[in-house]
């Protein structure tokens, strides 16, 4: 599955690529995120918790940031286990200067497998989107609250 939209954050271009490399800020901002641990600059382990129609799992993974650009984009890959399926997936992020701040451009590419797959197929989309659409919301606005 392959999601693409873009986002005008109201600040610097140096304050969105902060807080894309800040797990606190990531924390908040993806949806069912319990917990982020920041291992070195490009890995890190989050526990996300997400409800797909009639079925919730909780995943524990890995996330790996790469092809950085600072302050242009990055890569952001993830790989989450649970009880019931896997999930695998992955964004793009550009950043470009506009004139209202920052346009922070995203292509995402996702997978899930396992059990929870066959069970939820026809909520995956619109949950892989609806789930996408808030973290970048709710990315938006703690990025527009950044110090610095």
């Known amino acids: 599955m392959k999601l693409s939209d873009e986002v005008i954050i109201p600040v610097s271009r140096q304050k969105v690529w902060q807080a894309l490399n800040d797990p606190e800020v990531l924390r908040q901002a993806i949806p069912g995120c319990e917990e982020i641990v920041k291992k070195s600059d490009t890995e890190m382990e989050a526990r996300v918790t997400v409800k797909m129609g009639p079925v919730k799992a909780s995943f524990k993974g890995a996330v790996t940031l790469s092809e950085l650009n600072p302050p242009h984009g990055y890569r952001i ?62 990315f938006a606005k703690l990025a527009a609250n950044e110090p610095g």
């Open 77 to 138: 890959q993830g790989e989450g286990k649970s009880m019931m399926g896997g999930a695998v997936g992955g964004a793009n992020v550009r950043l470009e200067d506009v004139p209202e701040g920052t346009k922070l451009i995203y292509d995402v590419d996702a997978q899930v497998t396992g059990k929870i797959a066959s069970l939820a197929q026809r909520f995956i989309e619109p949950t892989a989107k609806q789930l996408s659409a808030q973290f970048f919301d709710n």
